[in-house]
């Protein structure tokens, strides 16, 4: 049985159908988004984190590591803020990044007492 202490935590997130379906498209698009470019020297490529979370999600699973959250969590907030045909999916887009956004506060140590 592997060691799971050596590894970085990760969360499931419970996500409806609809959800994980915007969330593997918005992966899908931004992973291909390089490859369509007309320049795609112009565009960064995603980084790995976005590429793993992508593979999860496409085998079926929601177990994600908070790096792959965090990369999630910054595609979400791009493309909630695309005035592209994304617009059609912002109430998804706008759940998918509050779930998200959850899981990795839950996660994290709380830096400051207020």
Not at 20 to 36: A, K, N, P
Not at 65 to 77: E, S
Request: glycine fraction near 0%; charge should be negative; charged fraction near 25%.
């Amino acid at each position: 049985m592997p060691d799971h202490s050596a590894h970085p935590q990760s969360v499931t997130l419970s996500l409806p159908l609809e959800e994980r379906w915007t969330l593997h498209h918005v992966l899908l698009d931004r992973i291909e988004r390089e490859l369509m470019a007309a320049d795609p020297t112009t565009i960064d490529p995603p980084p790995v984190e976005v590429f793993q979370a992508f593979e999860t999600l496409d085998a079926g699973h929601a177990r994600f590591t908070i790096a792959q959250l965090d990369a999630i969590q910054t595609i979400l907030a791009e493309y909630h803020h695309s005035p592209s045909w994304w617009e059609l999916e912002r109430p998804r887009l706008e759940a998918l990044l509050h779930r998200v956004s959850s899981a990795i506060d839950e996660r994290e140590p709380t830096l400051s007492a207020d």
